[in-house]
């Protein structure tokens, strides 16, 4: 600044002795050089351009800064931040399974005659599911009763005749063959007529169709699955890097989507091998019954893997401005505003991972209405 009027008062100086002789105007003298070597008119300009100079460069009044001294007291609750240790899980992801199931085909080919159940009915176990047209069978079964009904016959009149000598030994033991086949070929037609009804092996629901009255059905073909929702289980394939970590009879959480809560699910089986191709280990987690928990559904298995230590706050200590996430710790009964990082969300607490130290004192409800300095009075 300084420099600025030096520069302004010598150029003034070398316009009054340019042009001197042109004005008649009397120059004031000064020992000095300075401000009394201009003309009147210049100071009145130099005067002005400081004047302006000072209003831009100088500071921000006061007045325009927020006082948070005239900020109301306010009455919080607060809780000194503590150092927790965690639980450090893997989430694998997996798939709710019915624990039973079952997919029913025909043991015999032939249309079907009847299929009485639809998609989503609950049946009981024996319950009728589907039945064979059996025309053929059945003549079949017939003609097998009646060879048996005849070599029994046959062979009763041998052993009556044998008993009385009447018959060779050869011809008694050929009656009785006889009759023991016709028993064989008439245990096999009935056999046969029971493939003809296919009834649920347990207490289910249809879950698929792939065959209706009028199909025809093979051995092979499936035809109907069943599966029983009261007994669910997480098939999860993991890691070989973690699969130490899981053990039968291990109780771990499980996150289903849609089903509020985690379920807490035991190990029931173990893969015992990886696969060579993924390295996993195929696992089965048996759940609890839950509402809105159903097979086919998307899961996550948390496989706990080792401790860790964090800070912790509430939930409720955290306010989110924008993008911002802080925390106002509470120094000498005044509010401070400390932006943090978080990290996971665990129960009702978050996790600090940066901001905080342990033991700070932060305010853990009624942080959202307060301001930087702001004085406040635990409750």
């Known amino acids: 600044m300084k420099r600025f009027f030096r520069i302004l008062g010598s150029s003034r100086r070398e316009e009054a002795l340019t042009f001197g002789s042109r004005r008649d105007k009397r120059k004031i003298e000064s020992p000095n050089g300075g401000w009394f070597g201009m003309w009147p008119s210049d100071v009145l300009v130099a005067v002005l351009g400081s004047a302006l100079c000072f209003a831009g ?21 607060v809780q000194a931040v503590e150092n927790k240790s965690r639980t450090m899980t893997e989430e694998v992801a997996g798939t709710v399974r019915a624990k039973f199931h079952a997919m029913l085909e025909a043991k015999l080919s032939g249309r079907i005659a009847q299929l009485p159940v639809v998609l989503g009915q609950r049946v009981k176990a024996g319950e009728l599911v589907v039945r064979l047209d059996a025309a053929e069978i059945n003549a079949r079964l017939e003609q097998a009763e009646a060879a048996q009904e005849q070599t029994e016959r046959d062979w009763k009149r041998a052993l009556a005749l ?30 046969m007529m029971s493939y003809v009804a296919i009834v649920a092996p347990f207490d289910g629901v249809i879950t698929k169709k792939w065959a209706d009255v009028g199909d025809f059905a093979a051995p092979g073909k499936p035809l109907v699955a069943i599966e029983d929702p009261s007994a669910l ?3 999860a394939d993991v890691p070989q890097a973690i699969a130490s970590h899981v053990q039968r009879e291990a109780r771990f959480a499980v996150h289903v989507d849609g089903v509020s809560g985690d379920l807490t699910g035991t190990v029931g089986e173990i893969g015992p091998a990886a696969d060579p191709i993924t390295r996993t280990f195929r696992i089965k987690v048996d759940l609890p019954a839950q509402p809105g928990l159903s097979a086919g559904q998307f899961a996550r298995l948390l496989v706990p893997v080792g401790e860790r230590s964090s800070l912790r706050v509430p939930e409720s200590a955290v306010v989110v401005r924008g993008q911002l996430e802080m925390v106002f710790v509470v120094a000498n009964q005044q509010a401070q505003l400390h932006l ?23 305010v853990v409800e009624g942080a959202a209405q307060l301001s930087d300095g702001q004085r406040v009075e635990p409750k």
Do not use: W
């Not at 665990?346 to 905080?356: A, V």
């Open 162 to 191: 044998f008993e009385q000598q009447a018959v060779t030994r050869a011809e008694y033991d050929a009656a009785q063959s006889q009759n023991r086949f016709a028993q064989g070929a008439a245990a096999e037609a009935r056999a």
């Open 233 to 235: 289980q997480l098939e």
């Open 340 to 362: 943090v990082k978080t990290g996971r969300r665990i129960d009702d607490e978050m996790e600090i991972l940066s901001g905080l130290h342990a033991g700070d004192t932060v």
């Open 57 to 77: 460069c100088g500071a921000k009044p006061e007045a325009l800064k927020e006082n948070s001294s005239n900020l109301p007291i306010a009455r919080v609750r």
